[in-house]
């Protein structure tokens, strides 16, 4: 416990750990089924999620779709894609953030 204490108080660590998140939100998502440049997005809560490091959803106001950008290692991503198409009935589409798009 004294290294976490050296680390800061419980919220700094929180705000900290939030931070490296926002940290890796990508400038848009593209919208996996009408293909629109989504700018408004949400950060996912992926601190009970192992070995996903970020994920941010966006809701197309287009099409009404919500779309998934996911870091992490690849086996965690793909079981979140997984359960993220279970839980909406259905396929999703699965993309990828081109580096120019990042930071």
């Known amino acids: 416990m004294g290294q976490a204490r050296q680390r800061g108080s419980l919220e700094q660590r929180q705000q900290a750990?939030?931070?490296r998140q926002l940290a890796l939100r990508p400038k848009f998502i593209t919208c996996n089924h009408c293909q629109a440049t989504l700018?408004?997005?949400a950060a996912v809560d992926v601190s009970a999620l192992p070995g996903i490091t970020a994920a941010f959803e966006a809701?197309?106001?287009a099409c009404g779709h919500d779309t998934y950008a996911i870091k992490g290692e690849p086996e965690a991503v793909a079981r979140l894609h997984a359960l993220i198409e279970q839980a909406a009935g259905g396929s999703s589409g699965a993309g990828v953030v081109p580096a120019a798009n990042k930071g």
């Open 17 to 19: 750990a939030v931070d």
């Open 59 to 61: 809701s197309c106001t």
């Open 39 to 41: 700018t408004e997005m």
